[in-house]
């Protein structure tokens, strides 16, 4: 239940916004005060279509660095503010613009494919971005004789290789610390110890490899085992009928789950599964964003002009992930 103190806070923040012509987004990870203020809240794929479309003159982001980046790529004309710009990615940090161009050079003719967790200058050496909820589409869309290089992150590579059957990929190893912590080994005892329950996987996670291959062996249940991007959680959510679901990706993620479903229980594989980087938005920071204009995210032209044609080419192929309001 929201406390009087906090209706106010939340209040303020819009009025805030409306005098600033200001949007607020916010990705499924953030803190529920943030998630419940913001005008929207989405997985990356679904925030990046909003930040192309709103009217409002300003975007505040309250995710990381790499996500404002994009809406700063899609709406060039428009201010974007990150209420702290320190919150950056460790998956983005695996793969340099330069170590691309590297890899580019040693496979002549391929395609790169990059997730959205990345900089703006690895974006502007990519052929085509995606993101969890579209990465298998993506990479449909691409010849099958025509090879892919696919980066950076090697969780969500092993799954789109083993929906697409791809022989011809390369993966890039990179992983983001908070999913490769949750690990099919915890996820086997929560299984064990949770017979009935569902699960709700992010293809980032460690134990998605492992899960698929559990399911594979039937030691955990193929038909209770779903590997959704965070907005595909929710979709999932909206309809299931479990007791329980277990939920393997960053914790943030429950608050949008027990919100659409309140009959389901919803609990965390890993609830030490939390990203710094995300709870480094706070809501004295959003307000002081609102207020100040700071943090303003940056994107060299020439860079976001590269960029934005991989970007527009995944929006264009991009299945549709709902977006809360
Ligand atoms: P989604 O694309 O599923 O929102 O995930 C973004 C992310 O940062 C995962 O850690
Ligand atoms: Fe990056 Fe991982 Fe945090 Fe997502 S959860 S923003 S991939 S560090």
Redesign the pocket.
């Known amino acids: 239940m929201t406390s009087p103190v906090d209706q106010q806070w939340a209040e303020r923040i819009r009025a805030l916004a409306a005098e600033k012509d200001a949007v607020i987004l916010a ?2 990870y953030q803190v529920p005060e943030i998630q419940d203020v913001a005008h929207h809240v989405g ?3 679904a925030l990046s279509r909003v930040a192309a479309t709103v009217p409002q003159s300003t975007i505040i982001f309250c995710g990381v660095h790499f996500m404002a980046e994009t809406a700063k790529i899609l709406s060039y004309d428009k201010t974007i503010i990150i209420p702290d710009e320190r919150a950056g ?1 460790s998956l983005a940090e695996t793969i340099t613009a330069e170590q691309l161009r590297e890899w580019k050079a040693q496979h002549p003719g391929a395609v790169v494919v990059s997730y959205v ?1 990345t900089t703006a200058a690895v974006k502007a050496e990519t052929d085509i971005c995606c ?3 579209n990465a298998v589409e993506v990479v449909q869309s691409i010849p099958a004789d025509v090879p892919v290089l696919f980066c950076p992150d090697q969780f969500l590579g092993a799954h789109v290789q083993r929906m697409t059957k791809r022989k011809n990929m390369h993966i890039w190893m990179g992983e ?1 610390h ?2 490769a912590g949750i690990n099919g080994s915890e996820l086997k005892a929560m299984v064990a110890a949770e017979p009935e329950a569902e699960l709700f996987i ?1 293809p ?1 996670c460690g134990c998605a490899t492992s899960a698929m291959y559990l399911a594979s062996e039937g030691v955990v249940p193929q038909e209770r085992t779903h590997i959704l ?3 595909g959680m929710l979709d999932a959510a909206r309809t299931t009928t479990a007791k329980k679901v277990l939920v393997a990706t ?1 914790t943030g993620m429950l608050h949008q789950l027990r919100k659409v479903n309140v009959t389901t229980d919803f609990q965390p594989v890993n609830r030490a599964a939390v ?1 710094k980087y995300m709870k480094m938005i706070t809501p004295e920071k959003l307000e002081n964003a609102l207020m100040n204009g700071t943090d303003v995210v940056d994107v060299p032209r020439d860079i976001a002009d590269r960029a934005r044609a991989s970007v527009e080419r995944m929006i264009a192929i991009g299945t549709p992930s709902r977006v809360g309001e």
């Open positions: 990705h499924n997985d990356s794929l990615c967790n993101t969890s909820s983001c908070v999913h992010h980032e991007s965070t907005g960053e990203c």
